[in-house]
């Protein structure tokens, strides 16, 4: 996952380096980073960082270290890669039933976006419903298919997902 | 190296065939012939503590419809009374009792006899049990040719990547449901596409077996236990077949660049068969009767190989390699 930081570190020499120095404790891989000089709050001098790491987990463990060592989060979670998957649905439903699970799921997993397309055949019952839909990332994934495989399941209706 | 063989239907011929044509090697390497001492088929059996000609045998099984003169009720009393180092398990797959092949492969491991199985019944049934009696009596117990056919997985996991932590392995399993799935992508329906499997001998006339994915799922059992250690068996997997798949749904899936695979995935959480949405040109994308997997490793990363899933002579490829480890580990 692709994440973006502001903190506010010491003005003091070694503070900018201490501050990056933990993402690579976890892993990460530093993207860009840009010293704001200009904006000073409080003897402190604000850093954009953007960097890459592999779940939540790590980005949590990233946030414990930077309180540790006196690193201000000013803000984080500006997350610009996204997991996205496909799901096809093949049964009886209508399309209000496929909006309503969205609806019920968005109440879980918030989604980035939500696609949804319909087979166009006409001379059966069944409906096919393709849905692609992006989430922040693969942890909101895990949920999701634990909500559409669910729902699913319990009205008769055949579930595909994407690897 | 003596040699019993537990089943003379397609594989096990395709083993003695390999065996006959491999003799120049095992003389090169180990400095003997592998002997075939004794060939069962359902009811009969061949046996000669000298060695029986491989080729003699395929010829007698075919022309006769049996592999032998002498009958038997019993297949442990059978394997009493020859004197052997290695059973070749060969003997049709029973998942719901391990079969005639389970009692064997138990008998040859209590007689401290190292056994080659591409039998997947007895390993999606009792494989910790097989595994502990094998390691009790200081058997070796291989079966590379019971995932994938002649496609290494289990050797490539336990050899080639020794040392690696595997994350996870997805894979085409079953070339059945990868024969009709890839019909299904030119248009034809799934019935169309199933009886056109049966013709072509792909599938058997009760197709329940592939087309369920209860195949697929002995193989991601077999994975589960020999490759992540697990403690499974054949009701533990979550199990999906392809016999729902429409060609609307197909069809929708190709207008989105993407084709529907039969896929088995395992990991240390997972254990799992079912219908999957596959991007084209993915390794996992494959048509045709070939097999697949993606193993994903903690160093290599993610690693793909694809072969041929049955066949007389594929899976006669896999039991030689394990031969060969056997003979080598045993010089």
């Known amino acids: 996952m692709l994440v973006n930081a502001e903190l506010y570190v010491k003005d003091l020499p070694g503070q900018l380096v201490g501050s990056l120095e933990p993402i690579s404790m976890v892993n990460g891989n530093i993207v860009g980073v840009v010293h704001n000089r200009d904006r000073i709050i409080n003897h402190r001098i604000c850093v954009n960082v953007t960097f890459e790491v592999d779940n939540n987990d790590d980005l949590e463990k990233l946030k414990n270290v930077w309180k540790a060592r006196d690193v201000l989060i000013d803000s984080i979670g500006s997350v610009y890669k996204t997991a996205s998957m496909e799901y096809l649905l093949l049964g009886l439903f209508n399309a209000s039933y496929v909006e309503e699970l969205i609806e019920k799921a968005a109440e879980t997993v918030p989604f980035e976006s939500v696609d949804v397309s319909y087979s166009t055949a006409n001379h059966t019952k069944t409906r096919t419903a393709m849905i692609t839909v992006e989430v922040l990332n693969e942890d909101d994934l895990d949920k999701l298919n634990l909500i559409l495989e669910e729902s699913c399941r319990e009205e008769g209706i055949v579930y595909i997902r994407g690897l | ?17 390999v065996v006959a044509s491999r003799q120049d090697f095992f003389r090169e390497r180990y400095g003997k ?15 000669d503590p000298d060695g029986l000609d491989p080729l003699e045998l395929v010829s007698v099984k075919n022309t006769a419809g049996r592999v032998g003169r002498n009958t038997y009720e019993d297949s442990v009393k059978v394997m009493d009374s020859v004197d052997y180092d290695l059973l070749v398990e060969v003997s049709p797959t029973d998942v719901l009792t391990g079969g005639v092949g389970l009692t064997n492969i138990v008998h040859a491991l209590e007689c401290g006899k190292d056994v080659i199985t591409v039998n997947k019944g007895p390993l999606a049934l009792k494989f910790p049990e097989l595994i502990g009696l094998a390691r009790k009596n200081r058997c070796k117990f291989r079966f590379e040719g019971s995932v994938g056919g002649a496609m290494p997985i289990i050797n490539l996991c336990h050899e080639n990547l020794m040392g690696e932590r595997i994350k996870s392995i997805r894979g085409i399993f079953n ?3 990868n024969y009709i799935l890839s019909k299904m992508d030119s248009g034809q329906p799934f019935e169309q596409a199933l009886r056109e499997a049966q013709q072509m001998g792909y599938a058997e006339s009760d197709p329940a077996n592939d087309i369920e994915g209860y195949d697929a799922a002995c193989k991601v059992v077999i994975l589960a236990n020999s490759v992540f250690g697990r403690n499974v068996t054949f009701s533990d997997v979550n199990v ?5 798949i429409t060609s609307e749904a197909v069809a929708l899936a190709a207008a989105n660049n993407m084709v529907i695979r039969l896929i088995g995935e395992v990991s240390d959480s997972k254990l799992e068969v079912s219908p999957r949405l596959i991007p084209k040109g993915h390794p996992l994308g494959i048509s045709g009767t070939l097999n697949a997997a993606q193993i994903l490793s903690d160093l290599a990363g993610p690693i793909a190989i694809t072969g041929r899933g049955a066949g007389r002579k594929e899976t006669a490829s896999a039991i030689l390699s394990d031969l060969i480890a056997i003979m080598d580990a045993r010089k």
């Open chain 2, 175 to 177: 070339g059945t449901c």
């Open chain 2, 33 to 47: 012939e592998v002997r075939i001492v004794c060939a069962m088929d359902s009811k009969t059996y061949a046996s």
């Open chain 2, 1 to 17: 190296m003596r040699v019993l063989i537990s089943g003379f239907g397609t594989v096990g011929q395709g083993f003695a065939e």
């Open chain 2, 240 to 244: 999906t077949g392809i016999s729902s």
